[in-house]
């Protein structure tokens, strides 16, 4: 089928693939290159066409290797440099990109940099990170993201200074004012294009550029204004636009996706146009930062706030922002976010139906889709009950800092946490009904979900009703009509519409509505009435289709007569 002749990244469906999870190899309970080296074939299979990795460079996992120790190294827990090559020649045999998740905010306290820039105030890495000399007195205020109240200046006593930290105390802040810094950043990223890795997901970038004249923050902040005292400072253009200049003009096809989520809205054009040379696309969490939280504080699930109408608004003020000079990005679920089936679906009497709705929405949209890891079989939220059973860091600071003040306090977060915390999506990918779900023959290292004997890939394969042939043959739709469902006009219909998703995907000659109700009860759908339907392409309840109801969580494609 016809398509422009437009940047690989623009078609491309990728697969978020969280790599401790994936598949283990050698029995030490965690996920490896060797084990996606196996499951390539699966990938394939499904359809899929590039992968996003989460981080597998050497660290110590404090954060699951968003702190890295060594950016040419492999994690010793992933494998070896000689496992990722051959795992690097299986992906380009099967015509699979790999897009590398790229930790240039800060290192891990571990790297060889730090290690010397501690060392004395005048060694030569002093400058890769941010330091503030006790005798100034107490640094400026800044909290860490990762504990509610904890400070992100650590204090060092051998060289008498604090050191800044955003996340956990193990990531020091880079400084990337330092043009040595930005120099070996350069160099490493043409390492692995070297490689033959195809682009970077840059973790975190609005903070990598800080005011660092440390303005005094104000105790409360109004929207948006967070962002001003921890990063997002105009220098980020600058940098962005030197790392195209210094890398891009020998890998002219490299992807740049920015991990956005804090830049002003207003500002994301800036980043992304296609004239800039900064950024590829950008890629936001509006939706997941609001859908079934508490409308005062995020941080809390109470299952209210699913205001369909503000959902359909993020997706369609994004696609409208990016339509012309950008391009967007689609996703439901990631490693930092729970399950999409759990949260935006319903796992329970409906997990089928809606986790194909789901897909529905995600492979029709005019941007490039992610399909998280085990979304394709609809994997649903594990929901610990008790804090021994979480690993993720940012999950037990925030519990015992709320407990050391407040036990209720700390009690209320656990039940958010059910819905919210990030090891939702981090249990290991359930292959089919043997042991350990099929993951690994020793420990896992984050409990596996119980629900493997029912929900795993094998039965999924085999059974022709299932999420993953559904997703399968999305992905074949929308390769088959990448001039309609890749690149085509995306119009929203019924706005005010509070059960349904309606929108119309076009060209000038051919026209598809997508219709994705987000209800769990029948819901009335009369308004197609006024357009001439031709054809249902696409059905998540097989033939069942009446044009005046939606079936619960029914999503339909219908081409319509032109
Ligand atoms: C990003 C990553 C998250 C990580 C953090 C610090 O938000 O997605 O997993 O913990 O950056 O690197
Ligand atoms: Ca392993």
Redesign the pocket.
């Known amino acids: 089928m016809t398509s422009k002749n437009e940047a690989w990244w623009k078609e491309a469906i990728v697969y978020q693939l969280y790599p401790r999870s994936f598949k283990d190899s050698n029995g030490d309970g965690i996920g490896d290159l060797k084990g996606v080296t196996e499951k390539i074939s699966y990938l394939q299979n499904l359809g899929i066409n590039a992968i996003w990795m989460n981080p597998i460079c050497e660290s110590p996992n404090d ?1 699951n290797g ?1 702190d890295i120790s060594n950016y040419k190294g492999i994690m010793k827990e992933m494998g070896t440099m000689q496992d990722f090559d051959e795992m690097m020649l299986a992906l380009r045999k099967a015509n699979i990109n790999l897009v590398m998740d790229l ?1 240039l905010n800060h290192s891990s306290d571990e790297h060889e940099w730090f290690k010397q820039a501690k060392s004395s105030r005048t060694n030569k890495y002093r400058n890769y990170y941010h330091w503030w000399p006790a005798e100034k007195g107490t640094p400026p205020k800044r909290f860490s993201l990762f504990d509610e109240n904890s400070n992100a200046w650590q204090f060092d006593i051998t060289t008498n200074s604090y050191y800044l930290h955003y ?1 956990g105390k193990k990531q020091p802040d880079l400084n990337w004012e330092n043009p040595e810094l930005r120099k070996e950043f350069y160099d490493i990223m043409k390492f692995w294009l070297n490689k033959g890795v195809a682009g970077f997901r840059l ?2 970038y609005p903070f990598m550029a800080k005011d660092t004249s440390w303005p005094v923050m104000p105790t409360s902040f109004t929207n948006g204004d967070f962002i001003k005292y921890y990063g997002s400072n105009s220098n980020l253009h600058q940098y962005l636009n030197e790392m195209n200049k210094e890398v891009l003009k020998d890998f002219p096809n490299c992807y740049l996706v920015g ?1 956005g989520g804090v830049v002003d809205f207003n500002e994301i054009i800036n980043f992304v146009h296609k004239d800039r040379n900064e950024l590829s696309s950008s890629y936001h969490s509006d939706h997941v930062d609001s859908w079934g939280r508490n409308k005062d504080d995020n941080s809390k699930y109470d299952g209210s706030n699913k205001d369909l109408i503000s959902l359909k608004n993020i997706f369609n003020k994004w696609d409208t922002l990016m339509k012309n000079d950008g391009w967007n990005t689609a996703y439901f679920t990631n ?2 976010h729970s399950r999409a089936v759990s949260r935006f679906g319903n796992d329970e009497t409906y997990r089928v139906e809606s986790a194909k709705m789901l897909m529905t929405c995600l492979l029709t949209q005019r941007a490039t889709p992610y399909i998280y890891n085990g979304d394709e079989i609809g994997m649903t939220n594990i929901r610990f009950n008790s804090i021994n059973d979480y690993n993720d860091l940012a999950t037990k600071n925030w519990y015992n800092q709320l407990l050391a003040v407040d036990k209720t306090k700390a009690e209320a977060y656990i039940q958010s946490q059910k819905e919210l915390s990030r090891d939702n999506s981090r249990t290991p990918m359930q292959w089919n009904t043997q042991l350990n779900a099929g993951f690994t023959n020793g420990k896992p290292w984050l409990k596996i979900n119980n629900n493997y004997t029912s929900i795993n890939t094998e039965g999924d394969i085999k059974n022709n009703h299932s999420i993953f042939n559904f997703t399968r043959e999305l992905i074949q739709l929308r390769n088959s009509i990448k001039d309609v469902l890749v690149y085509g006009d995306f119009q929203m219909i019924e706005e005010n519409n509070k059960d349904v998703f309606a929108y119309i995907r076009s060209t000038n000659s051919k026209k598809m509505l997508v219709l994705l109700n987000f209800k769990k009860e029948l819901v009335d759908c009369s308004f197609i009435k006024k357009f001439k339907l031709n054809k249902v392409i696409v059905n998540n309840y097989n033939n069942t289709f009446d044009s005046k109801k939606l079936q619960p969580y029914q999503s339909l494609i219908i081409e319509l007569a032109y």
Request: aromatic letters at 22%; glycine letters at 0%.
């Open positions: 954060d968003y930790v996340f973790d975190a991990e490693h930092d």
